[in-house]
């Protein structure tokens, strides 16, 4: 095994940033090819290239060059300078919603002044610039319908009506968003969330039997952009949840707007029809201010990657980002919300951005934390989220509580990808991570997106020690894209796949990655087959050269089944297995694929199959067959 060093990162990881900044120590020189690049030298510092995104400048220090060419370097120094602009969006529907809501803080408790003051602070204190810009009004507003059947607002919280809130927001350019419930009562009538308890004016206040009426008020005579439509009313009233949430989605559409966009607010994965008809859907239980609400959510988003596309994404739900221990400012604070560290802030902003759950900033923004708003607005953590490629990032490697996450950065198959360790552990971690693992190859050089600095250049694998419910996010910049060998069943695509009825029961269980000790990754996919649409498919399966190929299968199952294996829904093979007696075993199909993009199913429309644990394909070139 070849690895070049970077053992410094390891001491960064853990907190040891004591060297961390270039000083102005030792004699600097401007790049001939670049003014913006200045050359320093700091044996003490342990970074290769430092960008001050204040001063418009990035620095190379010549003693980390390790052999390498410090006009290459500095090029390399500049282009990390211009990649701090976020690129411009062919459509501004494709990407994660950016923004703030009311309610992480505020609860119920939300008024005109607020969220103006509000809309007024994100326009002036950069983070309009960042790209947050929907203010959106969570529960609270309402005052019921009317016996017009007219939504009315809550007469102390906004005695002026929405008319002057929404044009304020949008005279600032920023766009406006508001909340609802698929059924009769909202979930802040039932539930309370301020001081004040259960919120009486939502009785009554949801879109149930109003729905054409409050979506013409809304988004034609108020001019909303944005909604997020909740689900306590819903169950009440037990609405099913694919054919209610349609029925909104089709409600705004006769408004005649395109661009509204609506959040599903169902607090579980709801099922592959959401992406049909919204643009994002909340995965879990609401957030809360601590460590452990964090990792939960972060571990129920791990393995929905393949449901996430551009314009569609899984919804983590609002940040507690701004929310730091000690300085908590939120009606939730009573109820046990103990704030969260720096290090916790890093992982919660970083999974949320590798994952590309909308960004809906919660804390007050009027008072936010420098260290917080500097963290958010980092234009190289964003990227990782603002950008037209619409992946959400898959685990490659899960070694306890420690994940590697990656996903492609500049565009899909290229030789950028983003990097997270993420450590949910409550010891350090230290991670050895392959380029294999990364489908990379050659050197690598590695830029960090919180430390805006790139740390160095390694071959093979690099190890890097990780602060215990610390991350670490990378850009990782390689000689080579290496073709993609291992294929985990927990990363596929289940069209079933749903959380939202027991999932297991014989009515409406479908497929879905479970741990089993012994699987690759620790995790398989169960519960696949006995319907023909109860599948598993890899989705861009990319072969570099037409040939015959060898897919292997790693299964495990209880008793003799079978499964049909589909290339380009071409006529299926059927594979028999034996029962594996709790063991793991192979199969191996060889199979003709071209040079491109493929798509490789497992079914079986009519009887259980096995546990499937991964793929792996591999070139079947000199196999006698
Ligand atoms: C639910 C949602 C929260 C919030 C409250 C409002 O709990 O999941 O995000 O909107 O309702 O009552």
């Known amino acids: 095994m070849k690895s070049v060093y970077v053992g410094s990162l390891a001491l960064l990881a853990a907190g040891v940033g004591a060297y961390a900044s270039f000083g102005a120590e030792g004699a600097s020189e401007v790049s001939r090819a670049d003014k913006r690049v200045e050359y320093r030298d700091c044996p003490k510092c342990d970074k290769r290239i430092r960008v001050d995104l204040a001063a418009g400048k990035a620095y190379v220090n010549l003693s980390r060059l390790e052999g390498a060419d410090k006009e290459v370097v500095a090029a390399r120094a500049a282009k990390l300078l211009d990649a701090a602009k976020i690129a411009p969006t062919s459509d501004p529907k494709i990407r994660p919603l950016m923004g703030w809501s009311s309610w992480n803080t505020f609860g119920v408790e939300i008024s005109e002044d607020v969220i103006l003051e509000t809309a007024r602070a994100m326009a002036t204190n950069g983070l309009k610039d960042a790209g947050y810009t929907y203010v959106n009004i969570d529960d609270g507003f309402f005052w019921g319908h009317g016996e017009d059947g007219i939504l009315r607002f809550h007469p102390k919280r906004f005695p002026n009506g929405m008319k002057p809130v929404v044009d304020g927001i949008h005279a600032l350019g920023l766009k406006a968003g508001i909340y609802s419930d698929g059924g009769a009562d909202t979930c802040g009538s039932m539930w309370g969330g301020g001081p004040d308890g259960k919120d009486k004016g939502g009785i009554g206040g949801g879109l149930y039997g109003h729905d054409a009426a409050d979506c013409k008020l809304h988004f034609v005579d108020l001019g909303f952009d944005f909604i997020k439509v909740d689900y306590c009313g819903g169950l009440v009233l037990k609405l099913n949840e694919k054919v209610r949430y349609t029925e909104i989605a089709n409600a705004i559409k006769a408004t005649g707007r395109t661009d509204v966009r609506l959040n599903i607010c169902r607090w579980a994965f709801p099922g592959t029809w959401a992406a049909d008809i919204a643009e994002s859907w909340r995965t879990t239980g609401d957030i809360r201010a601590n460590w452990s609400s964090i990792r939960r959510i972060i571990g129920e988003n791990l393995y929905l990657s393949a449901y996430s596309k551009p314009g569609h994404y899984n919804d983590m739900d609002m940040l507690e980002v701004g929310q730091l221990v000690g300085q908590m400012k939120s009606v939730f604070g009573k109820h046990g919300d103990t704030g969260i560290t720096p290090d916790e802030e890093i992982t919660h902003f970083g999974m949320w951005c590798m994952l590309s759950s909308p960004l809906l900033i919660g804390c007050d923004v009027r008072t936010i934390p420098a260290s917080s708003k500097a963290l958010i607005t980092n234009p190289y953590i964003l990227a990782m989220n603002q950008n037209d490629l619409g992946l959400q990032g898959y685990v490659v490697v899960k070694d306890g509580d420690a994940y590697i996450l990656v996903k492609d950065a500049i565009e899909k198959f290229g030789k950028s990808r983003y990097v997270a360790l993420y450590n949910s552990s409550g010891k350090a971690h230290d991670f050895t991570v392959r380029a294999s693992d990364l489908d990379l190859g050659g050197k690598i050089d590695a830029f960090d997106l919180v430390e805006?600095?790139?740390?160095?250049?390694?071959?093979?694998?690099?190890?890097?020690?990780?602060?215990?419910?610390?991350?670490?996010?990378?850009?990782?910049?390689?000689?080579?894209?290496?073709?993609?060998?291992?294929?985990?069943?927990?990363?596929?695509?289940?069209?079933?796949?749903?959380?939202?009825?027991?999932?297991?029961?014989?009515?409406?269980?479908?497929?879905?990655?479970?741990?089993?000790?012994?699987?690759?990754?620790?995790?398989?996919?169960?519960?696949?087959?006995?319907?023909?649409?109860?599948?598993?498919?890899?989705?861009?399966?990319?072969?570099?050269?037409?040939?015959?190929?060898?897919?292997?299968?790693?299964?495990?199952?209880?008793?003799?089944?079978?499964?049909?294996?589909?290339?380009?829904?071409?006529?299926?093979?059927?594979?028999?297995?034996?029962?594996?007696?709790?063991?793991?075993?192979?199969?191996?199909?060889?199979?003709?694929?071209?040079?491109?993009?493929?798509?490789?199913?497992?079914?079986?429309?009519?009887?259980?199959?096995?546990?499937?644990?991964?793929?792996?394909?591999?070139?079947?070139?000199?196999?006698?067959?």
């Open 452 to 625: 805006m600095a790139d740390v160095g250049c390694f071959e093979d694998h690099v190890s890097v020690n990780v602060a215990p419910h610390g991350s670490k996010f990378y850009r990782f910049d390689a000689e080579r894209r290496v073709q993609r060998k291992v294929y985990e069943a927990e990363c596929a695509y289940l069209a079933d796949y749903q959380e939202l009825d027991e999932r297991f029961t014989e009515k409406f269980g479908t497929a879905a990655p479970v741990p089993m000790e012994g699987a690759s990754g620790g995790m398989v996919v169960s519960k696949l087959g006995k319907r023909d649409t109860n599948y598993l498919e890899w989705r861009d399966v990319k072969v570099d050269e037409t040939g015959e190929y060898l897919i292997t299968i790693d299964y495990s199952s209880p008793d003799d089944r079978a499964f049909d294996l589909a290339v380009d829904g071409a006529a299926p093979r059927r594979v028999n297995v034996k029962g594996t007696d709790g063991k793991f075993m192979k199969v191996v199909i060889a199979t003709e694929l071209s040079a491109g993009i493929h798509t490789i199913r497992l079914s079986n429309a009519s009887a259980p199959m096995p546990d499937i644990d991964r793929m792996t394909l591999d070139s079947g070139k000199g196999v006698v067959f």
